[in-house]
C-alpha cells in the first residue's frame, strides 16, 4: 500500500510578483496615463482622473473596478495590436530601468530556487507581458480586454478585475493548473488590497507598505522589505 503522501507534497512553488509599487517604485498606470496625454491621446481631465486612480489604487475594489470601466471606456474600439505597439515603446522609455535592485536579486534568487516567476499585477495584459519577457519572468497573471472579431477592445475587462480578492482568485486558478502549492509559495506586494494574497501563500512579503499594510503586517509577522530606500 502507497503511503499517503501529504498535502502539497509533490507540487512546487512559485514566487509572485506585484508590479506598481513592489518591483517599481511608482504606479505605472499614471505613468502611461501621462505618456498618453503628451502623445494628445487623453485630455487634460482623464489625466486629472488618473492621478485620483492612483489614489484609489489603495482604497476598494468598488472604486477599482469603477475606475477600469472608465478608462476602458475611453479604449473602445482601439485597435489591441496599437495598444501593445504602444506599450512596448513606453515600456522601453519608462519602465525598463525602474526594476528596483532587490527587486531584480528577489527575482534570481527564487529562480535559483527553482520557483516559477509570477508577474501578479492589475496592470493591462500588454504591460505585463513586456515586463515578464524583458525581466524574465515565466508567466504573467493580469487584465486581460477582449476584442472584438476585428482585434478593436470592446472596453470591457475579463472578470474578476485581478485587483485585491481577485488576485488570489487569479492566483489559485493559476496555481491548481499549473501544480503549484501556495503554502509553498511566496507574494511580495505593496499595498492594502494585496492583503487577500499576502494571506494565502507560505512566504509573504510586504514589499514598500502602505502605512496600513505596514501595520497589518507587523500585527500578522509578515516581512517588511523596504525596496525603494
Ligand atoms: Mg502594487
Redesign the pocket.
Known amino acids: 500500500m502507497a503511503a499517503e503522501l501529504p498535502a502539497g507534497a509533490g507540487a512546487r512553488g512559485a514566487a509572485f510578483f ?5 518591483l517599481i517604485p511608482f504606479n505605472s498606470g499614471v505613468r502611461f496615463a501621462r505618456s498618453e496625454y503628451r502623445d494628445k491621446r487623453i485630455s487634460r481631465l482623464q489625466l486629472a482622473q488618473s492621478a485620483v486612480w492612483m489614489a484609489l489604487y489603495r482604497f476598494s475594489l468598488v472604486d477599482m473596478t469603477r475606475a477600469y470601466e472608465k478608462a476602458l471606456d475611453h479604449y473602445r474600439g482601439v485597435p489591441a495590436r496599437e495598444l501593445d505597439d504602444r506599450t512596448r515603446a513606453w515600456f522601453a522609455d519608462e519602465i525598463a530601468e525602474a526594476l528596483l535592485a532587490p527587486a531584480r536579486e528577489a527575482i534570481a534568487a527564487h529562480r535559483a530556487a527553482g520557483d516559477a516567476l509570477v508577474l501578479l499585477s492589475s496592470t493591462s495584459s500588454y504591460l505585463a507581458t513586456v515586463v515578464s519577457e524583458v525581466w524574465g519572468l515565466d508567466h504573467w497573471l493580469a487584465n486581460i480586454f477582449p476584442t472584438d472579431a476585428e482585434g478593436r477592445l470592446t472596453g470591457h475587462f475579463e472578470a474578476p478585475l485581478c485587483y485585491g480578492p481577485g488576485k488570489l482568485e487569479r492566483a489559485r486558478a493559476w496555481a491548481t493548473a499549473h501544480g503549484v502549492d501556495l503554502a509553498r509559495s511566496a507574494y511580495y ?3 492594502l488590497s ?1 492583503a487577500p494574497m499576502l494571506a494565502a501563500v507560505g512566504s509573504p512579503y510586504a514589499v514598500n507598505p502602505d502605512p496600513r499594510l505596514r501595520r497589518l503586517a507587523r500585527r500578522r509577522g509578515w516581512p517588511i522589505l523596504d525596496w525603494a530606500r
Not at 506585484?18 to 513592489?22: E, K, R, V
Open positions: 506585484d508590479l506598481d509599487g513592489t506586494g505593496d499595498s494585496d
